[in-house]
């Protein structure tokens, strides 16, 4: 997995059964069951006759994931905003941390594992233990659209000060204003993810 997050293995790499178990001296059948674990999580595709491979998002796959998401985290800050304005430390620490990532020059690996987590905070602190489980089995795959194309915003802190309405809202207890800001959060991630797989199709096209 971290091979394949790293970008170490590139999205459309065959993962050869036979090769990995050599390199790491097993059988094939824990290897086939780790990939098939790996397909579970949304980064590697099975096609028939021709084995596994790190999965490829189209710009539609990735439309549909953002949706969802948005779907569950609008949710989520609705229930955490009226219910646990205990989890606002956490998200503070969250923001703080992306800013201090883009202070430093961190790679986009860690800036999106933090970006996650603050989601991921959300997502445990509605109290719904359905959107966090649909949560973490789809982060892998959104971590991954994101690593492909390398960069969300030219300046690192957009990142972090992308979430700051969302956390404003949350500690003002308004809700509403906290669903339309996740909303928006997601949305424009969307939008910009699309933007760049789209581009990076027509690169590999021409």
């Known amino acids: 997995m971290s091979a394949i997050l790293s970008g170490a293995i590139r999205p459309g790499h065959r993962l050869a059964e ?40 189209s710009a539609s796959s990735i439309a549909d994931l953002y949706e969802l998401r948005i779907v569950i985290e609008t949710a989520a800050v609705r229930a955490l905003t009226l219910t646990n304005p205990q989890a606002l430390p956490g998200l503070r620490a969250k923001v703080a941390e992306l800013y201090q990532l883009a202070e430093t020059g961190a790679d986009m690996m860690a800036h999106v594992t933090t970006d996650m987590q603050f989601h991921r905070l959300i997502c445990e602190g509605s109290g719904n233990q359905r959107f966090l489980q649909v949560f973490d089995q789809i982060s892998n795959e959104t971590k991954l659209g994101l690593l492909v194309i390398g960069r969300l915003y030219d300046d690192p802190h957009r990142m972090a000060e992308t979430h700051e309405p969302i956390v404003d809202a949350i500690a003002a207890g308004d809700a509403d204003a906290a669903v339309q800001a996740i909303a928006y959060h997601i949305g424009v991630a969307k939008d910009l993810v699309i933007e760049h797989i789209g581009k990076q199709q027509e690169a590999g096209e021409a």
Do not use: C, K, T
């Open 18 to 57: 036979s090769h990995i178990a050599r390199q790491m001296d097993l059988s094939r059948a824990p290897v086939r069951e780790a990939l098939r674990l790996l397909e579970n999580s949304g980064l590697v595709e099975y096609r028939a006759n021709r084995g596994f491979f790190v999965r490829v998002n």
